[in-house]
């Protein structure tokens, strides 16, 4: 069978999935709980086998089909752990514990990188969920020092943090849309160390983000590099998508979640109206399939025959699901059935693999880097954590 067709089988499974459970209105607490225990169980799987392999945390499954793994200093190296913290906080047993705490202390070198923007997802998730749920000062002490290393990112003169430290022949000062997930890390910094220099230079990025990082219809780019003596762009790209000026589905689904989040974190105003009009980018999106879960990029050739993005629809999932508690009325309301539809077609026979199989992943059919044939079609770490997230969310709110 033609590779991309087979995109479009699977989606149609997945769609008839869904379709039949809206058919027969099977309670959301139960996909919860069903998503909730497949994750659960996938996670101890994946646990116990990389129990003895010192310092890995998984990645994806390679080309060779087999699990690929890497150590703290892959930019994912906190989801897994992250994830684990999310299903004890679920379910807080101590084998669950135990696999938190152990991965965790994989990622603690990260506290002392600073040739990567990726400390805030690589810590907040990890060390910060992990504090969180047991108030551990020793992670605490982690996750400030590793705000000090991403402090050293900051440029005064462009506002902003540094994203890549490659292609400098083309990019001056790159900037890239995911950046604005670091920030939630700035934030907690402030508030811990009572140093509020980690807040502005939070509200300056995300400032410079909304200013520069948007088109007119409120998509927006992967990439914008500054100039580094005038702090303007210079230049505008989508790195990982389909064309500079398309719709990359992961960019979107960052640029949603940063700012519903940052609105949460500084009640500013105008972050609601951002992450608002974002959403109604995604959700209005005709090229947006029925059941919810994006292709790679909204703008992609070949649509509908190409690979979708489970990690984005697990990432805008869980951010809808905040910001329909930020927003009121209708709007709130549309914004929660959204995501209860992602959350329903990802928790389905198309997207959630069953027990013992995908390299022990909960889902299938993410996208990482298609344009440069990197991680198509495969598990990634980072949608089962967000898929977790979101589910957590949701039961959350149920039982509220």
């Not at 906190?78 to 299903?87: R, V």
């Not at 905040?322 to 209708?330: D, I, V, Y």
Request: hydrophobic fraction near 35%; charge should be negative; aromatic fraction near 12%.
């Amino acid at each position: 069978m033609n590779k991309f067709l087979s995109y479009s089988v699977f989606a149609f499974i997945a769609l008839l999935a869904s379709c039949d459970s809206s058919s027969r209105q099977e309670p959301l607490a139960d996909v919860i709980d069903r998503g909730l225990k497949a994750s659960t169980e996938q996670a101890l799987l994946m646990a116990e086998e990389l129990e003895t392999q010192e310092g890995r945390l998984p990645k994806t499954i390679g080309k060779d089909g087999q699990l690929e793994t890497s150590d703290y200093s892959w930019w994912c190296s906190g989801f897994f752990p992250g994830e684990l913290w999310y299903l004890y906080e679920n379910n807080p047993t101590p084998e669950l514990k135990k696999y938190a705490e152990m991965y965790t202390a994989r990622v603690e070198e990260v506290k002392h990188i600073t040739y990567s923007h990726d400390v805030g997802f690589m810590l907040n998730c990890s060390y910060g969920n992990g504090y969180r749920l047991t108030g551990n000062p020793e992670y605490k002490e982690v996750m400030l020092t590793g705000a000090r290393s991403l402090a050293i990112r900051f440029d005064e003169r462009v506002g902003a943090i540094r994203s890549w430290d490659f292609n400098r022949q083309i990019w001056q000062f790159p900037v890239i849309i995911d950046n604005m997930m670091n920030l939630e890390f700035f934030c907690w910094a402030s508030k811990e160390s009572e140093d509020d220099r980690f807040y502005k230079m939070a509200v300056s990025h995300a400032d410079k983000t909304m200013n520069n990082h948007f088109r007119d219809d409120y998509s927006c780019y992967h990439v914008v590099s500054y100039d580094t003596i005038t702090g303007v762009p210079h230049k505008k790209q989508t790195h990982q998508g389909a064309a500079d000026e398309s719709a990359w589905a992961r960019g979107q689904a960052w640029a949603l979640y940063g700012f519903t989040m940052m609105y949460r974190e500084t009640c500013k105003p105008e972050y609601l109206d951002q992450a608002k009009h974002v959403a109604a980018f995604i959700m209005n999106h005709p090229n947006m399939p029925a059941d919810k879960v994006p292709y790679w990029d909204f703008d992609a050739p070949g649509i509908p025959d190409v690979p979708r993005d489970a990690s984005a629809a697990a990432i805008m999932a869980s951010a809808l699901i905040e910001l329909s508690q930020l927003a009121e009325g209708e709007e709130a309301k549309s914004y929660l059935d959204f995501a209860e539809q992602q959350v329903r077609s990802l928790t389905s026979p198309g997207y959630l693999a069953a027990k013992g199989t995908n390299c022990h992943f909960a889902l299938m059919h993410s996208t990482g880097h298609f344009p440069g044939n990197s991680e198509v079609d495969v598990p990634l770490s980072y949608a089962d954590y967000y898929y977790v997230e979101a589910l957590i969310r949701l039961k959350q709110l149920i039982e509220k």
